[in-house]
């Protein structure tokens, strides 16, 4: 019993020091990252702690146009507010900004460009990332992943 759990121990342990070698950046921010809602589906999951980007116009929050707050879905964060949504015709819930202090940003090199990808500040998971050729003053484009978001209508 003690030799398998030693045995399990140094592989666990072999495995993380690998993989932080290998993805040193990559370990810190999903080691960052806490999951807060245990009802989240495979597919938020993808999104939130992978980087993944759900298809777009899939998401039911593209026709939501009602007055209220949009929540980050694994913490509750509040996130954005209804006044600063609207139709970017990319086909994911746009937003020109964000409440102060709810989101931290990285620079995110995949796909040979450089995007800024931002998460929530609460609990560190992706929402998007932001462009700057958004309409309004603040000329912001926050591509948001609807799955990440609830909305709450006042
Ligand atoms: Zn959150």
């Known amino acids: 019993m003690i030799m398998k759990f030693n045995k399990r121990t140094f592989t666990r342990m072999l495995g993380f020091s690998i993989l932080s070698a290998i993805f040193p950046i990559n370990y810190l921010l999903a080691s960052a990252k806490k999951v807060v809602n245990s009802n989240l589906s495979d597919q938020q999951k993808n999104i939130m702690f992978n980087e993944g980007t759900e298809r777009p116009y899939s998401s039911d929050l593209l026709n939501e146009k009602r007055k209220g707050f949009y929540h980050c879905a694994n913490c509750g964060n509040k996130l954005f507010a209804s006044n600063s949504k609207f139709d970017s015709g990319t086909g994911w819930p746009s937003f020109s900004k964000a ?25 560190g998971v992706h929402h998007g990332h932001v462009f700057n050729d958004g309409p309004r003053e603040s000329g912001k484009r926050f591509c948001n992943n609807g799955l990440c978001l609830i909305f709450k209508p006042d």
């Open 99 to 123: 409440l102060p202090g709810a989101f931290n940003t990285t620079i995110d090199y995949s796909f040979g460009r450089e995007r800024v990808e931002y998460h929530c500040a609460k609990c």
